[in-house]
Nanobody, 124 residues
Framework: QVQLVESGGGLVQAGGSLRLSCAAS????????MGWFRQAPGKEREFVAA????????AYADSVKGRFTISRDFAKNTMYLQMNSLKSENTAVYYC?????????????????WGQGTQVTVSS
């Protein structure tokens, strides 16, 4: 089992920034890729970004490229999502997830473990 705990969400004005964190614990040795997803009310959960734990290779949804940056800290077993130039349409619950897959998985079904989510609200 892998436990994932997100933090860092909150209320921010459009154009502002937030940094989300995802702390992993438990059997983290099985984790090869971690990702961020988001879900807005009435919408499906969608891919935001992913990072391959060993290589640091990253992948992003087109809608966040150039504004969001995913990163990880080996020593802390923690993944981050730096979000800049936030827009009102970025308002959602943001989830982190982990998978044993060794590629930049972009579909929720490809992930094995999920955090509880953290709310990000961007006011216009």
């Amino acid at each position: 089992q892998v436990q994932l705990v997100e933090s860092g969400g909150g209320l921010v004005q459009a154009g502002g920034s937030l940094r989300l964190s995802c702390a992993a614990s438990g059997r983290t040795s099985s984790t090869r890729t971690m990702g961020w997803f988001r879900q807005a009310p009435g919408k499906e959960r969608e891919f935001v970004a992913a990072i391959i734990w060993s290589s640091g290779r990253t992948a992003y949804a087109d809608s966040v490229k150039g504004r969001f940056t995913i990163s990880r800290d080996f020593a802390k077993n923690t993944m981050y999502l730096q979000m800049n130039s936030l827009k009102s349409e970025n308002t959602a619950v943001y989830y982190c997830a982990s998978t044993r897959a060794l590629y930049s998985a972009t579909f929720p079904r490809e992930y094995d473990y999920w955090g509880q989510g953290t709310q990000v609200t961007v006011s216009s």
